[in-house]
């Protein structure tokens, strides 16, 4: 993951170098060489996928191949939000390296003291989740964590409620179910003492009003105060993201194109079944026969 812009692209050696400094791990060793039971760990994975995804985009923007040198905002979901922040210049690089590595050690610990996982749902509007959720509930802590598209809800929250949920769903008519491999209920009140220790290492960190507009996954809009973004950041852990919501409010302003940055093609899967028809651009390297959109 990222080797190819690292050995082509002294811009690129330059950030994963810099990453490695803020954590205690050789972080591009194990981007580039695993193991990938480690590198999957979410303490482990959120630094490296944030190095690489801001690698890419620098060498993507350096080298001509996104398609605009200067969007007209920038969303990410879950940990991407801390991506796009950095693009659009209110967080520091380093800072947002040491931040995420942070919440990913504190969203592992907060999994191990309370044993929970994710469910996506597949073919059930919004307000049929909530009839799930409502009924699911009485079964342990649960809730929506990602409403990816308008087909597509992942759930989260404690196994014997996720359980319940998934047999409800399919009774109601879910076309899929899939239990996602994560280590905690991620996006509930469960991350609540993951929330608390980001909010505690936020408070030493300087973040800047946005150069580019930047979407928020709670509120689905629009975010530009310092104290609001660090404020939304803590929630963000403890509360659904609106990914879905996001894209809609990107589309209602006149947003007709968008590019996907960094490893894998997740946000341009969901964009399709959000509307189709309009284009996406995957740049997860810098060959070009690597990126693909039109």
Known sequence: MGQEVYDHFPRARDLFDRASEQVDFN????????????????????????????????????????????????????????????????????????????????????????????????????????????????????????????????????????????????????????????????????????ADELAAALEDVEISRPQTPVIDNVIADYVSHPDQIRELLVQQLTHPVRWCQSMQKLIADGVNSFCEIGPGRVLTGLMKRIDRRLPVKTVNSVAPEANQGK
């Not at 919004?126 to 992942?154: H, L, R, W």
């Open 27 to 194: 972080l591009t060793e194990l981007c580039f060489s695993g193991p990938e039971e480690k590198l999957s760990r979410t303490e482990y994975a959120q630094p490296t996928i944030l190095a690489t995804s801001i690698a890419v985009l620098e060498v993507a923007r350096n080298e001509g191949v996104l398609t605009t040198a200067n969007p007209v905002a920038s969303a990410g979901l879950s940990l991407g939000e801390y991506t796009a922040l950095v693009f659009a210049g209110a967080l520091r690089f380093e800072d947002a390296v040491r931040l995420v590595y942070r919440r990913g050690q504190a969203m592992a610990q907060a999994g191990e003291k309370r044993e929970g996982s994710m469910l996506s749902v597949i073919g059930l509007t919004e307000e049929q989740i909530d009839e799930v959720v409502e009924k699911a509930s009485t079964a342990g802590i649960i809730g929506a964590a990602n409403f990816n598209s308008p087909e597509q809800i992942v759930l989260s929250g404690e196994p014997n409620a996720l359980g319940e949920a998934d047999r409800i769903a399919r009774e109601m008519g879910a076309r899929a179910t899939v239990e996602l491999k994560v280590s905690g209920a991620f996006h509930t009140e469960l991350m609540k003492p993951a």
